[in-house]
C-alpha cells in the first residue's frame, strides 16, 4: 500500500523533507543546504554526490499553493535553470522539487533539455505526488518525517513504475530504495542503472511503451512494459558512426561485452493486460549478476564512503545509522575528500565505540589526508589504515 502524505506546509518543511528524501536516494549522509533562507543560493537549496554516480548533484525546493493545487510553470523552471548555472562546483544533475501536481508539458521540456549535449545540467521535476510515492518505498525516511505512518512495504514483484509522466531520474530512485541496495552493491547497482537506463528509454522511444514495472527478487532484476515486442539483445551494435547511429544499442552491446560469462541478460515475450489490449504481447528483460560477480563488488567497495564532513550532531546521525554485523570481520571506511582532520577522527572514533568484538576497522583515505598518520601514530589494533577501493 503506497501511502499519500500531506504536503508541507512552510519551506522550511519541505525543505528539510527533500534533504532527507534525497540523502537516502542519493545514498550520500553528507548531502546538506546551501547556505540560509535569505542568501544568495544560486538557484540550490541541496546539494550532494550520489554513491552511484561522480559530480555534484542539486535541488531546488519550490513550495505551491496547496489550495489551488498549482503546478510549476515553464517560467519558474527557465527562472530555477537559469540560477543554478552558477552554482559552484558545477552541477552534474539538477532537480526542481515541488509540492504542486505533476504536469506532462513541464516533464517533457525537463526531458527535452536533459538530452541536449549543450545544456549545463541534467534535468528532472519531481511534483508531490512522485516525492510521496518514493517516501512510501523509504519506511525509515518517512518514520522520521511523520508520526505512525504505518507503512505497508511494496511487494518484491512491484517495486516501482515508470511512465511517460515520471521525472527523468525516476528508474535511478527506484534501484537506490532499500530492497534494491540490500540484494546488490552500490557499484553493481551503478552498472545496471545505466544499461536498464538505455533499456528504458528505448522502450518509450521506440517500443510506444506507456509504462515500464521494475522488480528485484534474489538479486534478479526484471524489467516489463506494455510496448511492442522487441528483444535488444539481439540487436546491439558493435559500432557506432553518429551521435544518432543506435547510440543506446551499442551501450547495451558495450555492457554485455564488459560482463561476458559474468552477467546475463535475457528477453522474452510476455502476455501483459495492458499491451493486450493495445493489439499486441508486452515485453520482459531480467538481468541477472553471477555470484561470483556480486561477491566481487562487494569485496572492492568500502562499507561507507564519506566525502566532506559536516559538524559533531551530523557525525553522532551517520555513525548511529551504521549497520555493522556481528560477525563482520572488518568494516572498511573510506574518505574520499582531504577534508578538516578533527571531523575524521571524531567519526573514526564514533564507529569505532560501535564495533563488534571481533571487529577490525579500516580506514582508507587519501595519501594527504593527515587522518591516515593520526590512525599509525595512536596504533591502536582494531584501527588499521587500509588501500583505497574503486568503490
Not at 147 to 152: D, F, K, T, W, Y
Request: aromatic residues 8%; glycine residues 8%; hydrophobic residues 40%.
Amino acid at each position: 500500500m503506497l501511502l499519500q502524505f500531506p504536503a508541507p506546509k512552510s519551506w522550511e518543511e519541505f525543505e528539510f523533507i527533500c534533504l532527507q528524501l534525497w540523502r537516502d536516494v542519493w545514498g550520500d549522509p553528507n548531502a546538506q543546504r546551501v547556505g540560509r533562507n535569505g542568501q544568495d543560493q544560486d538557484g540550490v537549496d541541496i546539494f550532494g554526490s550520489p554513491i552511484r554516480g561522480k559530480g555534484i548533484y542539486g535541488v531546488q525546493c519550490k513550495l505551491k499553493d496547496a489550495l489551488v493545487a498549482a503546478a510549476i510553470s515553464e517560467q519558474d523552471l527557465t527562472q530555477c535553470v537559469d540560477a543554478a548555472r552558477d552554482f559552484k562546483p558545477a552541477l552534474k544533475h539538477f532537480t526542481v522539487a515541488t509540492t504542486g501536481p505533476r504536469d506532462e508539458k513541464i516533464q517533457e521540456t525537463a526531458r527535452k533539455q536533459s538530452a541536449d549535449p549543450n545544456a549545463p545540467f541534467q534535468l528532472s521535476v519531481w511534483s508531490w505526488h512522485d516525492i510521496s510515492e518514493e517516501l512510501s518505498y523509504r519506511d525509515k525516511v518517512a518514520s522520521g518525517l511523520y508520526r505512525n505512518p504505518s507503512l505497508q512495504s511494496p511487494p518484491e514483484e512491484n517495486l516501482g513504475q515508470i511512465s511517460r509522466l515520471d521525472p527523468s531520474d525516476k528508474l535511478f530512485a527506484i534501484i537506490s530504495r532499500p530492497a534494491f541496495r540490500s540484494q546488490l552493491p552500490a557499484k553493481l547497482l551503478q552498472e545496471a542503472g545505466k544499461l536498464l537506463f538505455e533499456i528504458v528509454d528505448n522502450t518509450f522511444s521506440h517500443g510506444a511503451a506507456s509504462r515500464v514495472s521494475i522488480s528485484i527478487e534474489n538479486g534478479c532484476i526484471s524489467l516489463r512494459d506494455d510496448g511492442f515486442a522487441f528483444d535488444p539483445t539481439a540487436n546491439v551494435k558493435t559500432e557506432i558512426k553518429s551521435f544518432k547511429d543506435g547510440v543506446g544499442l551499442w551501450a547495451i552491446g558495450r555492457f554485455l561485452k564488459k560482463y561476458e560469462n559474468r552477467a546475463e541478460l535475457k528477453w522474452r515475450e510476455v502476455v501483459d493486460s495492458s499491451a493486450l489490449r493495445r493489439g499486441h504481447p508486452g515485453n520482459e528483460i531480467t538481468l541477472q549478476f553471477s555470484a561470483d560477480t556480486i561477491q566481487s563488488a562487494k569485496n572492492d567497495a568500502p562499507d561507507l564512503e564519506v566525502g566532506f564532513m559536516l559538524g559533531g550532531m551530523e557525525i553522532s546521525r551517520i555513525a548511529s545509522e551504521i549497520n555493522i554485523s556481528s560477525n563482520a570481520e572488518t568494516f572498511h571506511l573510506q574518505f574520499t575528500e582531504g577534508g578538516a582532520l578533527s571531523p575524521e577522527v571524531m567519526l573514526v572514533e564514533a564507529i569505532r565505540k560501535r564495533l563488534p568484538p571481533s571487529t577490525t576497522l579500516i580506514v582508507s583515505a587519501r595519501a594527504d589526508d593527515d587522518i591516515l598518520h593520526v590512525i599509525q601514530s595512536i596504533g591502536d589494533p582494531r584501527v588499521v589504515v587500509g588501500p583505497i577501493l574503486p568503490g
